[in-house]
């Protein structure tokens, strides 16, 4: 009986052990989302007439145009506009893939399996992706003028005219009054 003793007990450790590493890797979640929040990704066009700034998810948070953009043809500004989509967004999703690869383990390959993904939808190698992970730059600050203005920019809430105080004007609770004068 000690026999099949000793082997629950082992069991039981290895049980045990399990859950703290679980626990371990649990732990860091917080920290994790946290990351992942304040994820931001930003991409150039070849030209820098266009700048793109993703966020978690493939969310778009910006989109800049200067001047050599808006005298672009449509066309080729709306062909430089998803060339810049597209490399902002992929550059979030590695991004968001090695937070979580980092956070998790390296057990689940998410980083590689992104860079997988993206080298066969973009014709190159998950290397050439990684060393640009690596380099990642930033775009250089440019002068600020009214070009540079936020196509998605957040609009101040119109503040909401107060409605005229009925007060002890009869005429006024009248004007709002939803029931006729015999109902009261």
Do not use: C, W
């Not at 979580?100 to 997988?116: I, R």
């Not at 909401?160 to 006024?172: E, I």
């Amino acid at each position: 009986m000690s026999a099949e003793f000793d082997q629950l007990v082992a069991q039981f450790e290895q049980f045990q052990a399990k859950l703290r590493h679980v626990d371990e890797q649990m732990s860091g979640i917080g920290q994790m989302q946290a990351e992942i929040a304040g994820l931001e990704a930003t991409a150039m066009s070849p030209d820098r007439s266009v700048t793109v700034v993703a966020g978690p998810g493939g969310s778009i948070k910006d989109i800049r145009f200067t001047d050599a953009a808006l005298k672009q043809s449509p066309q080729a500004l709306s062909s430089a506009l998803l060339a810049t989509l597209r490399q902002a967004v992929a550059e979030a999703a590695r991004a968001q893939a090695g937070i979580v690869e980092e956070h998790a383990g390296g057990d689940l390959h998410v980083l590689d399996q992104v860079l997988e993904t993206q080298a066969q939808l973009f014709g190159t190698t998950p290397e050439e992706l990684r060393a640009s992970m690596a380099q990642s730059p930033r775009p250089a600050a440019e002068p600020e003028d009214y070009s540079q203005q936020d196509v998605l920019r957040r609009e101040e809430p119109q503040p909401r005219p107060t409605p005229p105080s009925g007060g002890n004007d009869p005429s006024g609770d009248r004007f709002l009054s939803l029931y006729n004068e015999e109902d009261r």
